[in-house]
């Protein structure tokens, strides 16, 4: 199993992330834009603005959905290489996690 990340991966989920980041602010202004016409629209246009708020957060969700599952298949990567680097690297991980624990009952016993 190849666990190592490529750059093409990190730079998707980069692009996904300031895609996700862009459309938010877009979502922000066009409500405020549309909550101003809805103050001065009649029923109908109100219906029409209504509408078009609901297609927007309909795109929007979409977006944040597939960021979503982008970051849990990043998430799911990052453990499955901790895991593979716990089964090959017990000793330095054990060890790592005793010198953690020292540092923290040294700082926390000098309190």
């Given amino acids: ?12 989920v980069a692009d996904m992330r300031g895609q996700v980041v862009q459309d938010l602010k877009g979502l922000v202004a066009d409500t405020e834009s549309l909550l101003k016409e809805v103050l001065a ?16 957060l309909g795109e ?3 977006r944040l959905d597939k ?6 298949r990043r998430m799911g990567e990052a453990a499955d290489i901790t895991h593979e680097y ?3 690297n017990p000793w330095k ?3 790592a996690a005793a ?5 923290i009952a040294t700082m926390w016993r000098s309190r």
């Fill in 86 to 88: 716990v089964v090959h």
């Fill in 93 to 95: 991980v054990l060890g």
């Fill in 41 to 56: 629209a009649s029923s109908d246009e109100f219906a029409a603005v209504r509408t078009r708020i609901d297609d927007r």
């Fill in 60 to 62: 929007v969700s979409v």
């Fill in 67 to 72: 960021a979503r599952v982008a970051a849990g």
């Fill in 99 to 103: 010198v953690a624990g020292l540092v």
């Fill in 1 to 12: 199993m190849n666990t190592q990340l490529n750059a093409a991966e990190h730079s998707a």
